[in-house]
């Protein structure tokens, strides 16, 4: 899998596959030895080379932030292969989707359709690669709908639900 990512406005090609049951990573062509546990939803331990980092991945509206120790990334994660992976601007106003992250598979439905949420409130929780992802809500407001049911296989970028 390719995507191409965005931290703090440097863009950056990460490819990642899998042989033999290990993770391989290569960022900008460059091979990266990197072992990854899911230390708990949406928190990743990461060991590169001899160094460990614990990442914690924030979903507010709809700006994605990596948190490393006390410091603060944006970032933004597109797979060039799908228009539907691509990141569109977000407002406050009319209904916003709530989309897949990534290809995986729906494992919980956190809240029920006409339930009022807040801004960065998990919705579900989309599992790949081993790795659960809670999606959040992108604004305050009301689930309007709920277009998946627990089990689903999702590509990313694929509606979930729509908050008003």
């Known amino acids: 899998m390719t995507y191409d990512i ?6 950056y090609r990460l490819e990642l596959s899998q042989v033999e049951g290990r993770w391989s990573c290569r960022l900008d ?3 990266i030895e990197v072992d990854a546990i899911l230390a708990r939803p949406d ?10 980092y614990e990442i914690k991945c924030e979903r507010v509206g709809g700006d994605l932030h990596l948190w490393v120790g006390s410091a603060r990334f944006a970032a ?4 060039p ?5 691509r990141v569109r601007t977000v407002d406050e106003h009319g209904p ?4 897949a992250p990534m290809p995986g598979k729906v494992v919980r439905i956190l809240v029920n359709q006409g339930t ?6 998990g919705v579900m929780v989309v599992e790949a690669m081993k790795m659960q992802n809670e999606v959040k809500a992108p604004k305050k407001g009301t689930i309007q709908k709920i277009l998946v049911s627990e089990g689903a296989a999702v590509n990313a970028g694929d509606v ?5």
């Open 160 to 164: 979930l639900a729509i908050v008003e």
């Open 96 to 99: 916003k989707k709530l989309t």
């Open 43 to 52: 928190v990743l331990s990461l060991r590169i080379g001899n160094h460990a």
């Open 76 to 79: 933004e994660v597109r797979d």
């Open 116 to 121: 009022e949420v807040v801004a960065g409130a």
């Open 6 to 11: 965005a931290i703090d406005g440097k863009n």
């Open 81 to 85: 292969r799908s228009l539907r992976g």
């Open 29 to 31: 062509g460059r091979e």
